[in-house]
C-alpha cells in the first residue's frame, strides 16, 4: 500500500503523482526483483525522514529514500511482508529537477532503489552487484538513470538542501 503525505507547504500539486499507478509500477518492479511479500511505502516530506533517519540509522539529515526489511522469519513459509520504504517528496522533486525528468519517474527510480535494498543488495558493500542489477531493472522498467549511476556522472547537479 503506497501512503501519500504530500508536505504543507510544498509546491508539489497532488495531482503529479499517481496512487494507483505508482502500485502498478512497485507490482511491475517487486515482480522484476523477484521480492516476496507486501511493501509499505510511505511519501512524505525531508522532515519525516529526517526524523526516520536520525531514529534508524543515527543521521541527523534528510534522505531521498529510506528502506525497512521486515525481521526474518524462523519458522519458515513465505514471508507476508517484504518490508517498509519512506520516501521524500522534495527530495524527489528536487533532484527530477536537477536530473530534468519527471516527480514521477523520480519517484519510481527511488522505489526501485528502495526494493532492491529490500531485496538484500547494499551499494555501499556490494562491490558493484546493486549497481548493475539496477541498471538491467532500469532498462527493463523503462526508467531513466538511478541513483547508483548518478554517482559517476559529470556534471554534478547543484543540489540544493535544507539546513
Known amino acids: ?27 511491475r518492479a517487486r515482480l522484476a526483483i523477484g521480492l516476496v511479500g507486501d511493501v509499505e511505502v510511505l511519501l512524505a516530506d525531508d522532515a519525516t525522514l529526517k526524523r526516520l533517519n536520525r531514529a534508524y540509522r543515527g543521521k541527523n539529515k534528510a534522505t531521498d529514500v529510506l528502506s525497512f526489511p521486515a525481521a526474518y522469519n524462523e519458522f519458515g513459509g513465505e514471508e507476508q511482508t517484504a518490508g517498509d520504504l519512506a520516501i ?5 522533486a528536487r533532484q527530477a529537477e536537477a536530473y530534468g525528468h519527471s516527480l514521477r519517474d523520480e519517484v519510481r527510480i527511488l522505489l526501485l ?6 531485496h538484500g543488495l547494499d551499494h555501499e558493500v556490494d562491490q558493484g552487484e546493486m549497481a548493475a542489477r539496477e541498471a538491467l531493472l532500469r532498462k527493463e522498467l523503462r526508467l531513466p538513470d538511478g ?13 540544493r538542501t535544507k539546513a
Not at 113 to 118: E, I, M, T, V
Open 1 to 27: 500500500m503506497i501512503t501519500i503525505e504530500p508536505p504543507s507547504t510544498s509546491t508539489i500539486p497532488a495531482s503529479a503523482l499517481s496512487k494507483s499507478g505508482l502500485t502498478r509500477f512497485l507490482n
Open 88 to 92: 521524500s517528496l522534495e527530495t524527489a
Open 113 to 118: 532503489h528502495g526494493l532492491l535494498h529490500l
Open 147 to 159: 541513483l547508483i549511476g548518478r554517482v559517476s556522472d559529470t556534471p554534478k547537479p547543484s543540489r
